[in-house]
């Protein structure tokens, strides 16, 4: 039972950290839904009930490990009269790296913050790549829904479905038409979506939220120095440019948009 046990450990352990690592990297959630995200094979819930599965049995058989080797761990932890000591120097610096583990994380000081930034850059990445949903588990909405939501034309949108060859109902989630169409609920709302334009007539960048102020001048879209200058006049102390556009616009209590033709060229 002890090698079975220290067999089914590691490879609980190296399912957990496959999975773990796999989850480090996968889009937002609503992303992942909204462009059906996979990687070999998988989806962020598939490899997020992998994660937990696996969690499960490596703390079952980590049990079983230290009820297996008490003794070894108890001696570890005995000076040199044979009592158990909690100043020992293996005990205090094992203890100290998981605090420090654990404080830098809370307290977001490098490296740990560089490490999570580079995270949710990538998942950032994701977001610009695949595009965002109009609002949250937008796939789970019926066609004729979403369009009364917003403000799409429905007969123009089931006109621009039947030209892609599409197969739908009006009243199927956008889920369940692009399962049927073995596509992803962006790109069936792509050939139905109306592109938000400005008061020139001059099209919106998409995600506008999750753009910076840099991706927007990038673009062409505004003159940096103006918008900064623009925004420290409406409040704004010192606006980064490095800085989501959705948080400077909450800070200003203001829509994305709203914030974007205050700003724009």
């Known amino acids: 039972m002890k090698k079975i046990t220290s067999l089914s450990l590691g ?55 230290i009820y297996y080797n008490w003794k070894p761990l108890i001696s570890y932890m005995k000076d040199k009269s044979k009592k158990i000591s909690f100043t020992k120097k293996e005990f205090l610096i094992a203890l100290l790296i998981n605090v420090i583990f ?43 829904v979403i369009c009364r939501k917003l403000h799409i034309n429905l007969e123009e949108a089931k006109s621009k479905l039947k030209q892609s060859g599409i197969t739908f109902q009006e009243n199927e989630t956008l889920k369940h038409i692009a399962r049927v169409n073995q596509t992803s609920p962006s790109a069936i709302f792509k050939l139905i979506k109306v592109n ?18 840099q991706d927007l001048s990038d673009m062409g879209k505004i003159d940096l120095k103006k918008a900064i200058a623009t925004l420290k006049e409406k409040g704004l102390k010192d606006p980064d440019t490095g800085t989501k556009i959705k948080h400077l616009a909450d800070e200003l209590e203001m829509k994305p948009l709203a914030l974007y033709k205050l700003i724009k060229l």
């Open 196 to 213: 938000v334009k400005d008061d020139n007539g001059k099209e919106v960048p998409s995600s506008l939220g999750r753009r910076t102020l």
């Open 11 to 65: 490879f609980a352990f190296l399912i957990m950290s496959y999975t773990g690592i796999m989850l480090f990297i996968v889009p937002h959630g609503k992303v992942a839904y909204w462009s059906d995200w996979h990687l070999l094979g998988l989806s962020k819930g598939q490899y997020g009930d992998l994660h937990t599965t696996s969690m499960v049995m490596f703390l079952s058989f980590a049990i079983l490990h």
């Open 102 to 144: 654990v404080v830098g994380t809370l307290t977001m000081i490098p490296p740990f913050k560089t490490f999570l930034d580079f995270g949710g850059g990538i998942k950032d990445y994701w977001a610009k790549e695949y595009g965002e949903p109009p609002y949250g588990h937008a796939e789970e909405t019926k066609l004729n």
